[in-house]
């Protein structure tokens, strides 16, 4: 009998882990950054990420577009190098991209989704907006 439950357990563990993880087809597509943790690790980019766009298109290519007032109104400057791709490794769940310094870890903490930047330290709680 405690074999039974002690297998249970493992089978309810091992299913709640596997949901956790995200595909290459999840990850594609517009990212909002819709709050940053860490940001003392470097105030200068959490502060140029905040409501940043993080655009991982189909094609592979990559860019980043940071939010930035223009007197009254506020536009999106593309901040990432030309021609930056990115790949994604299912098994780390990580994202690399190319002519930046960025590798993204994601995880998830139930309905919300983060990147980390192994770099910097950052956190970025992000969604897609559509």
């Known amino acids: 009998m405690k ?11 091992a299913a709640t882990a596997q949901s956790q993880s995200l595909t ?3 990850v ?20 140029a990420m905040t409501n940043a766009v993080i655009n991982l298109y189909a094609d592979n290519s ?7 007032e223009n007197g009254t109104a506020y536009v999106y400057n ?9 790949s994604f ?6 994202i690399n991209t190319t002519r930046t310094k960025m590798t993204f870890k994601i995880s998830k903490s139930g309905d919300k989704i983060f990147f980390t930047d192994s770099e910097s330290g950052l956190k970025f709680e992000v969604n897609k907006p559509i």
């Open 3 to 13: 074999n039974l439950i002690a297998l249970f357990a493992f089978v309810i563990i």
């Open 28 to 47: 594609t597509g517009t990212w909002l950054v819709v709050n940053v943790e860490n940001s003392n690790s470097n105030p200068k980019m959490a502060a």
């Open 89 to 94: 490794n299912a098994s780390t769940q990580t």
């Open 62 to 68: 990559f860019e980043v577009k940071e939010k930035q």
């Open 78 to 86: 593309t901040t990432s190098n030309k021609n930056a791709t990115w």
């Open 24 to 26: 290459q087809k999840d």
